[in-house]
C-alpha cells in the first residue's frame, strides 16, 4: 500500500500509528480463536514528488514518482531486517512539528541503493505493545549511546548497553540486532556499519544552483563538514567539534535568510517548505547547543555523533536534494546565458 499525505508529516505518522493500533486490535481477535498474529512494516519518507497519470489509451492510472517515493520503499523493506513496524527518514524526523508528541529513537545510518550518502532512519515506537513501548521509552539514551560507541568501534562498551537495553526488554529486535553484531565485530573484525562515521562529502558541480553567494555558502559548508570527519576519524577530542559548531552557529543564522530572499524574489513555490524545513532545523540544532553546553564530557561519543548525524547530515542531504531543486528552478527561471 501507498499512501500520500500532502499537508504534512505528523499526519502521515499518526496514519501509521492508527493503523499498527488497528491491527493489534485485530490480532488479539485472531489469537482469541487460535490463528497467529499478522504483522506489518512501514515505512514512511518526505520529500518533493510528481503526481500524474500514467499509461496509455486502454490503461491509466494516477501515481507518484521521484526519489523521495523510491526511499520510501527502501525503508519500508528495511522493516523486515531490523524486525520493527515502523521505520521513518530523517527528513520525516526533522520535518515533524513536536517530535517529543512521540516515542523516536535512532536506527541506523545505513546506505541505500542510488544514494551516494548515508541515510539516517529512525524507530517510531508508539505502535508497539504498551509494555515494549514503556520499556523501549526508558531505554532510549541507552541505546542511541550504545549505537554511538558501536560507530566508533567501542564495540565492547556498545555491547554492554545494548545488553540492558534487552535486559529491561528481550523483545527489543533493533537491540538485539546491534548485540549480534558487536559479538559477529568482536569475533571477525568485520564492522557493519554501512554508513561509516567518518565519511567525507565530495563537492561538484552538481550541487551548485547557479547563484553564486549560495554556492560559495554551501562549499563551504561541506568544506567543513569533511574537516570535521576526518577530525573525528583522526581523534575522538569533543573540544575539536568546536570549529564547526561555530561554523554552523554562523550558517544558520545568515545562509537560510540569504537563501529564502532568493527565493521570494524569484517567486519558488515551495518556499514555504523550505522556511519549515529551516525553522524546524534551526530548534533541533539549538537543542543540540544546548546539551553540548551542559555536557560534562562523558557523553563525548554521543554528542559527537548526534552533531554528524542530527546536524551535518542533514545539512548535506538538505543541501544535495531540496536545493538541488531550487537550483533547477532558477535555471528554468533564468537559463544560463541571461
Known amino acids: ?58 490503461r491509466m492510472e494516477s501515481t507518484v514518482i521521484s526519489d523521495a517515493v523510491n526511499l520510501a520503499s527502501r525503508v519500508e523493506s528495511m522493516t523486515k531486517s531490523y524486525g520493527t513496524s515502523l521505520l521513518i527518514t530523517e527528513h520525516t524526523y526533522c520535518g515533524l512539528k513536536d517530535p517529543s508528541r512521540y516515542g523516536i529513537r535512532f536506527a541506523d545510518r545505513v546506505m541505500v541503493k542510488g544514494k551516494t550518502q548515508p541515510q539516517s532512519v529512525y524507530e517510531v515506537f508508539d505502535g508497539d505493545p504498551p509494555a515494549m513501548r514503556d520499556a523501549k521509552r526508558r531505554t532510549t539514551r541507552l541505546f542511541e549511546k550504545g549505537v554511538a560507541y558501536y560507530y566508533f568501534r567501542e564495540v565492547p562498551r556498545a555491547l554492554e548497553l545494548f545488553r540492558a537495553c534487552l535486559a529491561e526488554c528481550r523483545e527489543d529486535s533493533l537491540a538485539g540486532v546491534y548485540a549480534d553484531r558487536c559479538e559477529r565485530y568482536m569475533e571477525t573484525g568485520i564492522h557493519e556499519g554501512a554508513g561509516e562515521i567518518d565519511l567525507t562529502v565530495e563537492w ?96 563525548r561519543y554521543f554528542l559527537l555523533f548526534k552533531i554528524q548525524v542530527l546536524i551535518v547530515d542533514w545539512l548535506v542531504h538538505h543541501t544535495c536534494g531540496s536545493d538541488r531543486h531550487l537550483g533547477r528552478f532558477l535555471r528554468l527561471e533564468r537559463p544560463i546565458g541571461e
Open 204 to 299: 561538484t558541480n552538481d550541487n551548485k544552483i547557479g547563484h553564486a553567494d549560495i554556492d560559495e555558502q554551501h562549499r563551504q559548508l561541506f568544506d567543513h563538514v569533511n574537516r570535521f570527519a576526518e577530525t573525528i576519524k583522526r581523534d575522538r577530542d569533543f573540544t575539536l567539534a568546536g570549529p564547526v559548531m561555530d561554523f554552523l552557529d554562523e550558517y544558520v543564522r545568515t545562509h537560510f535568510k540569504d537563501e529564502e530572499e532568493i527565493m521570494e524574489k524569484q517567486g519558488y513555490p515551495f518556499l514555504d517548505v523550505q522556511k519549515d524545513q529551516h525553522e524546524r532545523f534551526t530548534e533541533y540544532f539549538a537543542a543540540l547547543k544546548r546539551e553540548i553546553q551542559e555536557s560534562d564530557g562523558s557523553d
Open 1 to 58: 500500500i501507498m499512501a500520500l499525505f500532502p499537508t504534512g508529516p505528523d499526519d502521515a505518522l499518526d496514519g501509521a500509528i492508527g493503523m499498527l493500533d488497528t491491527l493489534a486490535a485485530y490480532n488479539k481477535e485472531r489469537e482469541a480463536i487460535g490463528h497467529r498474529p499478522i504483522f506489518i512494516g512501514i515505512g514512511l519518507n518526505t520529500g518533493l514528488m510528481m503526481l500524474g497519470t500514467v499509461g496509455g489509451r486502454n
